[in-house]
C-alpha cells in the first residue's frame, strides 16, 4: 500500500470575483486529488474556470472559500511573503500571452530559467531546459529536432567564447 500523500487536494473550493454590482462565480464547490507523479489535463469551455483554478493553484489568486493544498502547502494559510517564496520553489507559469510572462521579451525557456537563477539553482537549470524542448517536441512536430539543435548551439556559443577569452588574455599587459 503506497502512503504518498496527494501532491494537490482542493476541497469545495469556490472562487467569487466582484464585477461591477455582480458576482461572478468562477469555480464553484470544486473537489479534486492529483497525487505526485500523475498527468492531468484541465478542459472545458471559455469561462469555465480554467485560468481561475490555475491561478489558484499557482498562488496569483485567493480562493473565496473552501481549501487547497500544494505539495503539502496549506495555500489559504500562507502569508503574502510565503506565497512568493512558494511561486519562486513550486510552480511557474508560461503564458501562451507572452505580455504575461515574467519577462515578456525573454523566450519561455528564459522565463523557465529566471526563477530557477533567482532561487540559486543554477544546477538545475539544464534539466529544467531538457523538460522543456521534449515538451515542446512532443507538442510541434516541427520541433522534433530543436533540443538537439539547442544544445548544438550552446556548444558553439561557448566554443566562441572560449576562444575570445584566450585571445583576450594574451593582448592583456
Given at each position: ?13 469556490v ?75 513550486t ?22 530559467e ?60
Amino acid at each position: 500500500m503506497d502512503n504518498e500523500q496527494p501532491f494537490i487536494v482542493c476541497d469545495n473550493l469556490v472562487k467569487i470575483f466582484r464585477v461591477v454590482e455582480h458576482d461572478v462565480v468562477a469555480l464553484q464547490g470544486l473537489d479534486m486529488v492529483v497525487n505526485p507523479g500523475e498527468l492531468m489535463g484541465v478542459v472545458g469551455v471559455s469561462g469555465s474556470g480554467k485560468s481561475t483554478l490555475l491561478n489558484v493553484l499557482g498562488g496569483l489568486d485567493r480562493p473565496t472559500a473552501g481549501r487547497v493544498w500544494v505539495n503539502g502547502n496549506n495555500l489559504l494559510k500562507l502569508s503574502n511573503q510565503q506565497l512568493d517564496q512558494y511561486r519562486l520553489s513550486t510552480v511557474g507559469f508560461v503564458w501562451q500571452q507572452t505580455s504575461r510572462n515574467l519577462v515578456p521579451y525573454l523566450s519561455a525557456v528564459k522565463n523557465v530559467e529566471m526563477p530557477m537563477i533567482l532561487a540559486g539553482n543554477v544546477g538545475k537549470r539544464r534539466r529544467a531546459e531538457e523538460l522543456l524542448y521534449a515538451e515542446i517536441a512532443k507538442c510541434v512536430p516541427l520541433c522534433a529536432n530543436c533540443h538537439r539543435i539547442h544544445h548544438h548551439n550552446l556548444r558553439e556559443e561557448r566554443k566562441r567564447k572560449k576562444k575570445l577569452n584566450k585571445k583576450g588574455s594574451r593582448s592583456s599587459p
